[in-house]
Structures are given as structure tokens and as C-alpha cells.
């Protein structure tokens, strides 16, 4: 039994702050926020990492993407910009085995993409 910590809060066992829900994703706010805006795009599917998707998962890794554009314009920082991350393993600085994608925005960001 998988027991990470998106799982346990899609299956109701912990509470989030949840800013969107449809059939596949749930979109959270981040409970260590890095800047005004800053929700994680969950599939409700558990998936360890990219290595877990095939092709046949292609359009749900596509779909992620869709859903994170609909989720900044929610939360009014499309049109400002935002940027997209997926931390992946040990120098990745992935926290949480169960992919996700990080969704910043409202701030400038810069171009930097590692501190
Ligand atoms: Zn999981």
C-alpha cells in the first residue's frame, strides 16, 4: 500500500488546500510556499516519477500541462507568467514520491532556474 502524502489527501486521509479537482488531477497549494502563487499539479493516478509513464500515459502527462495553464489563469497569474518544475529524485530535490508539478508565479521569477 502506497502511503505518500498526495495519496492520503486524494483518498481524504489528510486535508489540503485543494484549488482544483477534475476526474484526473488535483491542483494544491504547496504547504511551504516559494512564492505568492505556488500550487502543485497532482494526478490522482499514483506514479512514483517519470520513469513510471509509458507511452500509453503520454496524453495524461500532456493533460498535467493543460490543467496547469487553466490553474494560472484560476489563480490570475497567466497573463504576468509563471513557470512549470518537476523535481525529480535525489538531486532533483524531489520531496514526495508521487510526481507532481510545481506551479509558481506572482512575482518575478527571473531567468535563473537554479539558485
Ligand atoms: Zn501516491
Keep these: ?4 502524502v498526495f495519496c492520503k489527501i486524494i483518498k481524504g486521509e489528510l486535508k489540503a488546500d485543494v484549488v482544483y479537482k477534475d476526474e484526473e488531477f488535483w491542483v494544491i497549494r504547496d504547504i511551504n510556499p516559494q512564492a505568492p502563487v505556488h500550487v502543485l499539479v497532482v494526478p490522482k493516478k499514483h506514479y512514483e516519477a517519470l520513469h513510471d509513464f509509458n507511452q500509453k500515459d503520454a496524453a495524461l502527462l500532456g493533460q498535467a500541462l493543460l490543467v496547469a495553464e487553466k490553474v494560472a489563469k484560476q489563480l490570475g497569474v497567466h497573463e ?3 513557470r ?3 523535481n525529480e529524485g535525489e538531486h532533483g530535490g524531489k ?3 508521487h510526481l507532481h508539478i ?3 508565479g506572482g512575482k518575478p521569477l527571473g531567468s535563473k532556474i537554479v539558485k
Design 1 to 4: 500500500m502506497i502511503q505518500d
Design 80 to 82: 504576468k507568467g509563471y
Design 84 to 86: 512549470l518544475i518537476i
Design 95 to 97: 520531496l514526495v514520491s
Design 102 to 104: 510545481h506551479l509558481l
